[in-house]
């Protein structure tokens, strides 16, 4: 049989991967969200060439291990308390860019506290939020933000407001915040929207470098495991589900 | 000689935070240690030396920021009194987990609970035996005096950065209150960015350079085998921490028929019962252990041995006991005498127990 060898030269290459991700393999489930966003920060890291200033901040959930995959000094945080660790990181390296990733439990349960409060004090940082609507992690528990009528494990026959209250936006309660200069929901489920979405990553960090206080970036996200969907249903679950709950665009921009 | 002040032991603390060039101070306000932010934002170090304050949402905050501060290389620290504390708690097993130097005082009140606003030494197991989850130590630095609470942030930073751990400053609301002389320590600058990246790169984040590998501060490890391994290493950590760095106060020992052990604001007082049973023919020595973790077993056991009793004397129900009968193991009889809740004994209260106790 003969053999096809493709050269690798610098003018048939289209695609070249960022030397800001990690060759590692990812762990996570194949149509996740989570691993798209990653290589969208990674890819502006190196575009501003800050690979050498960045801190990132990474949460309890799925992304805990997103330290295994960007090449920057990261800092793993208890769960929900990656907003308090940024906070000292920012104010003890002002110059340097320090970031936050989390996931809705994260952020929205556990982390409320700390996670209005480094708004409120318009730390000049920037908050990647992964809004997938359920406990991925942990196997697919109920989040703040997981919808009505949404089952999941522990809310098996569908989210009751009755008894567990309301999806919760915390993107629309952040921006009221002074502190906050630029709110945005993004989402990454196609070409378009990935394109967007790293526009959003880039222009909240270039915000933190400049001072201007806290960016808040949320991406409605897909957990085909947690929701037990194939990649493909889940996309578009979340387009026809979770984005008329959460609408995508910028709702803050100074 | 130095600078010589009359001072409260919460102000000394920020003073030396100060002066031993401290980065960043991260807090929230409880009685009776509030003197202590209060005091920094009063100084605005920030405008001096650099040095940052943050009053926090809670206490889960601001042990976090110090989590972050410390990642960073830098020397941070944070103040609170038991409440507190415990909020403190799951913050301080991550730093513990993520071998990450950082000072926290406990200005220690009554509990449980809400508790009472007085002086109490009822979280020595707290301190000492952990508090968070794990398998983990803090070294813990009991002060007896104001001008040991300005000595101690010195010392726990040194401590801290030596081992990579947290160091606990436990004082109780009669230390943090009182006004004592106290010799300050000239200034000492802080550690610029150039000197942590020469000190500190190999493990903090000051920013991945050409020159390493990404740094990763972590307490994860998915495989058991390997948390086992990390587990035996941060042990033989401590393990050197207590052939190191045992600390204690001997007084009047040589002589001794019987010892009292206490520890801060309580040996101050047992100082004063010694008096009183000297006076009355009772030849009574005292330990004072320095560092409740590591605790002085050695040095109490050889003492011990050669008296017919021990008191231990402490502002709780009975918890240092158990580490000095542990040390003593059933040589000579160790009896416990406290008050609790906010309720301070007197010298005379402490020789009454160690005639009743202990003399017979
Ligand atoms: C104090 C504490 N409580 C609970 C947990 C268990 N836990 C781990 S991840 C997680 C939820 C993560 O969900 P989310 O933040 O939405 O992230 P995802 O996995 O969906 O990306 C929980 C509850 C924990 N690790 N620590
Ligand atoms: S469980 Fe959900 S969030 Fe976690 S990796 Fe799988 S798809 Fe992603
Ligand atoms: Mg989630």
Same mark, same amino acid.
């Given at each position: ?49 800050? @690979? ?11 992304? %805990? ?52 409060? %480094? ?7 920037? %908050? ?9 992690? !942990? ?6 933000? !997981? ?6 494990? !522990? ?30 929901? @993004? ?45 493909? @249903? ?21 | ?25 991260? +807090? ?40 972050? +501060?410390?990642? #960073?290389?830098?020397?941070?620290? =944070? ?5 507190? &504390?415990?909020?403190? #708690? ?19 009140? +009554? +509990? ?10 009822s979280d020595y197991n707290q301190a000492v035996k952990g508090g ?72 903090? #984040?000051?920013?991945? =350079? ?49 010892? &009292? ?55 709780n129900?009975?918890q240092m006991?158990d580490d ?37």
């Amino acid at each position: 049989m003969a053999e096809y060898i493709v050269e690798k030269t610098k003018e048939n290459l289209v695609y070249s991967k960022t030397p800001v991700l990690k060759d590692n393999v990812m762990h996570y489930c194949p149509g996740c969200s989570h691993g798209t966003i990653h290589k969208l920060i990674a890819e502006v890291i190196e575009e501003m060439g800050v @690979q050498d200033k960045t801190i990132g901040v990474s949460p309890v959930g799925c992304s %805990v291990f997103a330290y295994n995959y960007l090449h920057i000094d990261w800092i793993q945080a208890a769960h929900g308390r990656a907003a308090a660790v940024a906070t000292a990181a920012h104010r003890l390296y002002p110059e340097k860019l320090v970031f936050t990733y989390q996931g809705d439990g994260d952020l929205a349960a556990i982390g409320t506290a700390e996670s209005i409060h %480094v708004c409120n004090r318009g730390e000049s940082i920037a %908050v990647f939020y992964v809004n997938n609507a359920i406990y991925g992690m !942990t196997g697919g528990q109920m989040s703040p933000n !997981t919808l009505i009528g949404m089952k999941t494990a !522990t809310c098996p026959y569908g989210r009751d407001p009755q008894l567990h209250g309301y999806p919760y936006k915390v993107a629309n309660f952040v921006c009221q915040l002074p502190g906050v200069c630029y709110v945005t929901r @993004q989402s990454v489920h196609t070409p378009a929207a990935v394109r967007k979405a790293k526009k959003a990553i880039r222009k909240a960090l270039e915000n933190s470098l400049a001072g201007k206080g806290l960016s808040f970036v949320e991406f409605v996200a897909t957990c085909n495991s947690g929701w037990k969907m194939s990649p493909v @249903q889940a996309n578009k679950w979340m387009e026809e589900n979770l984005v008329p709950e959460y609408p995508l665009g910028d709702i803050k921009d100074e | 000689m130095g600078e010589v002040k009359l001072m409260k032991g919460n102000e000394v603390i920020a003073e030396a935070a100060i002066r031993c060039g401290a980065d960043g101070y991260f +807090g929230y306000p409880i009685t009776p240690q509030s003197e202590v932010m209060e005091t920094l934002m009063e100084r605005k170090p920030w405008e001096t030396t650099g040095m940052v304050v943050v009053q926090a949402e809670s206490e889960v905050s601001s042990i976090n920021m110090v989590y972050g +501060g410390a990642a #960073c290389g830098k020397r941070v620290m =944070t103040s609170s009194s038991s409440p507190g &504390i415990s909020l403190m #708690c799951e913050g301080l097993t991550y730093l513990a987990g993520a071998e990450l130097p950082c000072v926290v005082v406990n200005v220690t009140r +009554g +509990g449980p609970g809400l508790g009472t606003i007085q002086p109490a030494q009822s979280d020595y197991n707290q301190a000492v035996k952990g508090g968070g989850h794990g398998d983990y130590k803090i070294i813990v630095l009991a002060p007896a005096s104001v001008q040991e609470m300005h000595d101690f942030v010195f010392d726990a930073f040194d401590l801290a950065f030596k081992y990579r751990n947290p160091v606990m400053i436990l004082s109780d609301g009669v230390i943090g209150q009182m006004m004592e002389k106290v010799e300050l320590a000239e200034q000492r600058p802080r550690w610029t960015d150039e000197e942590i990246v020469k000190m500190h790169s190999s493990w903090a #984040c000051t920013g991945k =350079t050409a020159d390493r590998e990404g740094n990763i501060i972590t307490s994860l490890e998915l495989d058991p085998y390997a948390q086992e391994q990390f587990n035996y290493k941060i042990f033989e950590k401590y393990a050197r921490c207590e052939q190191e760095d045992v600390r204690f106060e001997e007084y009047m020992c040589d002589d001794a028929d019987y010892l &009292i052990v206490a520890f801060g604001s309580s040996a101050r007082i047992c100082k004063e019962t010694i008096a009183i049973a000297r006076a009355n023919g009772h030849k009574v020595g005292l330990i004072r252990p320095i560092t409740l973790w590591p605790f002085p077993s050695k040095k109490i056991a050889e003492v011990a041995q050669k008296t017919k009793g021990v008191l231990v004397a402490e502002l709780n129900m009975g918890q240092m006991v158990d580490d000095v009968r542990l040390a003593v193991n059933g040589a000579v009889p160790v009896e416990h005498y406290g008050r609790t809740g906010g309720a301070v004994y007197t010298p005379d209260q402490v020789y009454d127990a160690l005639k009743n106790k202990i003399i017979k």
